[in-house]
């Protein structure tokens, strides 16, 4: 269930002329506490959250199973860009906790408790599955940075015997509620 991700965006060139305006500045925003459960009550899907990170190979590395786990390089869920959180399909005891995901449908809901008891909501408005060779990267882990938004992940598709892995992944695209 490795879903690949992106290389850090390059920083833009400076500018060799001076703006004559001062550039307009934002407030900053507030940093989130970490997630600690998600849940999708229209499948059934509540569970911990744990940090993941990336491997040597910049693929995301699967959490327990048992858990789903968070991207902890990326945005907490709740703040501006992608946040991704991933979770295993099944193992060899059975269903794990995003199952069910494949069954989630645009409109559904999703709620990610935070470290502080906080929550943010999001609505799902894609679901898609796509072969693990030609994982969207940039629609999964780009998108925007001036609002939230949510990736939840998993395996999907055939089970490759030979490979010990599945096929494809199945991803929820999800906005602010």
């Known amino acids: 269930m490795a879903a690949p991700t992106p290389s850090p965006p390059a920083a833009p060139a400076p500018s060799r002329t001076p703006s004559p305006f001062p ?4 407030a900053p925003e507030p940093e989130l506490a970490d997630p600690v459960t998600v849940a999708v009550p229209a499948v059934g899907i509540e569970t911990d959250v744990v940090p993941i990170a990336v491997d040597a190979g910049n693929v995301l590395v699967p959490p327990p199973y048992g858990d789903a786990g968070w991207w902890e390089e990326g945005p907490e869920p709740g703040e ?4 991704v959180i991933a ?4 193992s060899r005891d059975g269903p794990d906790v995003f199952y069910r995901l494949g069954d989630v ?3 559904d809901e999703i709620v990610v408790t935070h470290a502080d008891g906080g929550t943010s909501s999001f ?3 894609e679901v898609g599955q796509y072969s693990q060779d030609a994982f969207p990267t940039d629609a999964v882990y780009g998108g925007t940075d001036d609002r939230p938004l949510l990736r939840l992940i998993t395996c999907g598709g055939e089970y490759d015997r030979r490979l010990g892995r599945y096929r494809d992944n199945v991803v929820v695209f999800a906005e602010p509620a």
Do not use: C, F, K, M
């Not at 501006?80 to 946040?83: C, E, L, S, T």
């Open 87 to 90: 979770g295993h399909l099944d």
């Open 105 to 107: 449908a645009p409109g």
């Open 80 to 83: 501006n860009g992608a946040a």
């Open 123 to 125: 609505r799902a408005v």
């Open 23 to 26: 550039a307009p500045t934002r």
